[in-house]
């Protein structure tokens, strides 16, 4: 499969640190410059620009985290006039009030090249037809897919979120080859191919899936590589950093390649603040090396993962980012053992019997902490085939329990009865943040 820019995306490695450096320089002169908010933390530091001399001395660099943006809602954190921003996102909001992020003309271009590197190593070609059901709006996931597989040459069909009958209506009459949106929302589609009389291999061209936005597990993978028929890869972003297209899978699929050329990473542990072993899991704190609007020095993403930057054998030389575990926000404490819902959702999906469909409900009682577990069984069990639901009971029980060394509860329950998502799904619910110790609402 061809490199979509072999110059950027082979380079050796040393070359990429020189780059590294000196996008890295300008663009902390830039935001001194230009943001007061830098400005005034790099003074309170007494850092000044001439200080970065080395990669290393981005250590010397403030933090950046969500709440800089909002309490700088909408603009304030905006390194250019208005004039010069030609497009405004937000990001989803999933950990409370959206964040607005504006885009130059020149940081759309940026945007699109990294979905184009992505999406190519992927698969995709100008011969594809590619089926966007991301939402479009403030969202960055539609445009920002929309205008980097354009940019490839590929035939775009905008189609947006929602409406299940209608997505595949129009993949079976437009012979979609590719399809993008979220995984879970992927998961959803395959549960209703029946419902609507679609079988894959005879009504459908599609060869390749684009995912990403959410957490999803190997499990989900194989899931819906199965429904579709289709190589299913996975990429990552964030609308603070640009959205989708920070990272993206080859065809290898062993992790994500960075565009290293535009965004530095650093892999902290989210405790010290310190980089952690190479391979070893941390928080992904990122430096945007080439944003003209909206400049962000080392933002904590809160997300979980690892990176290699070990050669590939697709060719490109771009460290991997390995599928995101959560962020560090997501993970839940349960009477002080931490869990993350990636775990339990690796221990429902390798269970015969049970759909990848559930719920976590998180609340306390007398001052203890409950975990029910939600989770549909597969079509064809039946809930008074009893010694057959005792037996999957048993089965998922025994197994959390050996992953998070807690007892939590299990509630089975019928075939389509969780709630599903057309974005991003929604699979926690944590009562803890919404009641007090005594059952009042705070
Ligand atoms: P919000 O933070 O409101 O959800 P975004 O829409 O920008 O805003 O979502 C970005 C977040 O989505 C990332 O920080 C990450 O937690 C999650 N995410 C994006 N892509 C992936 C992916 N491929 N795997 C896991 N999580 C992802
Ligand atoms: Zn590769």
């Given at each position: 499969m061809p490199i979509w820019n072999p110059r950027a995306e082979t380079m050796q490695r040393q070359e990429l640190r020189e780059l590294q450096l000196f996008k890295l320089k300008q663009m902390v002169r830039r935001t001194f410059e230009r943001v007061p908010f830098?400005?005034?933390?790099?003074?309170?530091?007494?850092?000044?620009?001439?200080?970065?001399?080395?990669?290393?001395?981005?250590?010397?660099?403030?933090?950046?985290?969500?709440?800089?943006?909002?309490?700088?809602?909408?603009?304030?954190?905006?390194?250019?006039?208005?004039?010069?921003?030609?497009?405004?996102?937000?990001?989803?909001?999933?950990?409370?009030?959206?964040?607005?992020?504006?885009?130059?003309?020149?940081?759309?271009?940026?945007?699109?090249?990294?979905?184009?590197?992505?999406?190519?190593?992927?698969?995709?070609?100008?011969?594809?037809?590619?089926?966007?059901?991301?939402?479009?709006?403030l969202f960055t996931g539609g445009f920002g897919l929309h205008y980097g597989l354009e940019k490839i040459g590929a035939a775009v069909i905008p189609v947006s979120s929602g409406n299940t009958a209608r997505q595949f209506q129009l993949m079976k009459d437009f012979g979609a080859t590719t399809l993008i949106g979220t995984p879970s929302y992927a998961l959803h589609m395959i549960d209703s191919l029946k419902d609507f009389?679609?079988?894959?291999?005879?009504?459908?061209?599609?060869?390749?899936?684009?995912?990403?936005?959410?957490?999803?597990?190997?499990?989900?993978?194989?899931?819906?590589?199965?429904?579709?028929?289709?190589?299913?890869?996975?990429?990552?972003?964030?609308?603070?950093?640009?959205?989708?297209?920070?990272?993206?899978?080859?065809?290898?699929?062993c992790g994500m390649h960075i565009c290293e050329d535009h965004f530095f990473v650093e892999v902290l542990d989210p405790k010290t603040?310190?980089?952690?072993?190479?391979?070893?899991t941390g928080e992904l704190v990122i430096t945007p090396l080439s944003k003209e609007a909206l400049p962000l020095m080392r933002y904590r993403t809160k997300d979980l993962s690892v990176i290699d930057s070990s050669p590939c054998s697709c060719g490109r030389t771009m460290a991997r980012v390995m599928k995101i575990r959560g962020r560090t926000d997501d993970m839940l404490i349960i009477r002080g053992v931490n869990v993350f819902p990636s775990q339990i959702e690796e221990v429902l999906l390798n269970v015969e019997g049970v759909a990848p469909h559930y719920q976590i409900v998180v609340d306390r009682k007398n001052n203890l902490d409950t975990m029910e577990v939600r989770v549909e069984v597969s079509e064809g069990i039946f809930f008074d085939e009893m010694k057959r639901i005792v037996e999957l009971e048993k089965k998922i029980l025994e197994r959390i329990y050996a992953v998070l060394g807690i007892h939590v509860k299990l509630k089975l329950v019928e075939p389509k009865t969780i709630e599903r998502s057309t974005g991003k799904a929604h699979r926690v619910m944590d009562m803890r943040d919404v009641y007090g110790e005594d059952g009042k609402t705070c």
């Amino acid at each position: 499969m061809p490199i979509w820019n072999p110059r950027a995306e082979t380079m050796q490695r040393q070359e990429l640190r020189e780059l590294q450096l000196f996008k890295l320089k300008q663009m902390v002169r830039r935001t001194f410059e230009r943001v007061p908010f830098y400005r005034e933390k790099l003074e309170r530091s007494r850092v000044s620009p001439d200080d970065i001399r080395t990669l290393d001395d981005i250590r010397r660099l403030p933090f950046t985290v969500k709440d800089d943006l909002r309490d700088h809602y909408p603009f304030g954190l905006f390194a250019v006039p208005m004039e010069e921003v030609v497009r405004v996102h937000a990001s989803s909001g999933t950990t409370g009030r959206p964040t607005v992020v504006g885009y130059t003309r020149a940081d759309l271009d940026m945007w699109s090249e990294c979905v184009a590197r992505f999406a190519s190593a992927a698969g995709v070609t100008p011969a594809d037809r590619a089926h966007v059901s991301f939402g479009y709006g403030l969202f960055t996931g539609g445009f920002g897919l929309h205008y980097g597989l354009e940019k490839i040459g590929a035939a775009v069909i905008p189609v947006s979120s929602g409406n299940t009958a209608r997505q595949f209506q129009l993949m079976k009459d437009f012979g979609a080859t590719t399809l993008i949106g979220t995984p879970s929302y992927a998961l959803h589609m395959i549960d209703s191919l029946k419902d609507f009389g679609i079988d894959p291999k005879r009504d459908l061209r599609l060869k390749i899936g684009l995912f990403g936005a959410e957490p999803w597990s190997e499990s989900i993978r194989r899931e819906i590589e199965k429904g579709f028929c289709i190589t299913a890869t996975d990429n990552y972003g964030l609308s603070e950093v640009i959205g989708p297209g920070v990272a993206g899978e080859c065809q290898e699929r062993c992790g994500m390649h960075i565009c290293e050329d535009h965004f530095f990473v650093e892999v902290l542990d989210p405790k010290t603040m310190e980089p952690v072993r190479e391979g070893e899991t941390g928080e992904l704190v990122i430096t945007p090396l080439s944003k003209e609007a909206l400049p962000l020095m080392r933002y904590r993403t809160k997300d979980l993962s690892v990176i290699d930057s070990s050669p590939c054998s697709c060719g490109r030389t771009m460290a991997r980012v390995m599928k995101i575990r959560g962020r560090t926000d997501d993970m839940l404490i349960i009477r002080g053992v931490n869990v993350f819902p990636s775990q339990i959702e690796e221990v429902l999906l390798n269970v015969e019997g049970v759909a990848p469909h559930y719920q976590i409900v998180v609340d306390r009682k007398n001052n203890l902490d409950t975990m029910e577990v939600r989770v549909e069984v597969s079509e064809g069990i039946f809930f008074d085939e009893m010694k057959r639901i005792v037996e999957l009971e048993k089965k998922i029980l025994e197994r959390i329990y050996a992953v998070l060394g807690i007892h939590v509860k299990l509630k089975l329950v019928e075939p389509k009865t969780i709630e599903r998502s057309t974005g991003k799904a929604h699979r926690v619910m944590d009562m803890r943040d919404v009641y007090g110790e005594d059952g009042k609402t705070c």
